[in-house]
């Protein structure tokens, strides 16, 4: 955990501290926050919780990171990586950025950037020889910001 942002909120200082997920984040917004991203459904606490530890059983392989804010407690960004293991370049590794989302009330504070850079730091840490993540046409030019370059299309099929 680390103090990663302070900003000026209207003469009121914000401290925002980053940090793995914890079970009690769905009580602070978690839920609402990813929901600013995508369909979330309705996620019961019984089931968060599941998945939660099951998620949790994976160790360092999947990470989710929150970004706190201090004074509210509120979950004001997030995102998460899941390393996959590879027989490619010596049994490699490759960290997969997933669900980056910064609350609508707190951009334009680089809290996604940070974000990232957390979850990128993660990834060296682990060993991966590379980052890759798949984003919308209108967040390319944050994530080169934060050091991605396009290498591609993305494919998908959804069931």
Known sequence: MADASNSDNG???QTFKIRKLEISDK???YMELLGQLTVTGSVTDDEFDQRFEEISSYGDDHLICVMEE???G???ATGSVMIEK???RNCGKVGHVEDVVVDSVFRGKHLGKKVVEFLMDHCRAMGCYKVIL???VEKKVFYE???LVNK???MSKYF
């Open 11 to 13: 003469g009121e200082k």
């Open 27 to 29: 009580r602070k917004g």
């Open 70 to 72: 201090e004074s509210s």
């Open 74 to 76: 509120r979950i004001a």
């Open 86 to 88: 590879k027989f490619l």
């Open 134 to 136: 798949d984003c919308s």
């Open 145 to 147: 910001k934060c050091g």
């Open 152 to 154: 591609g299309i993305q």
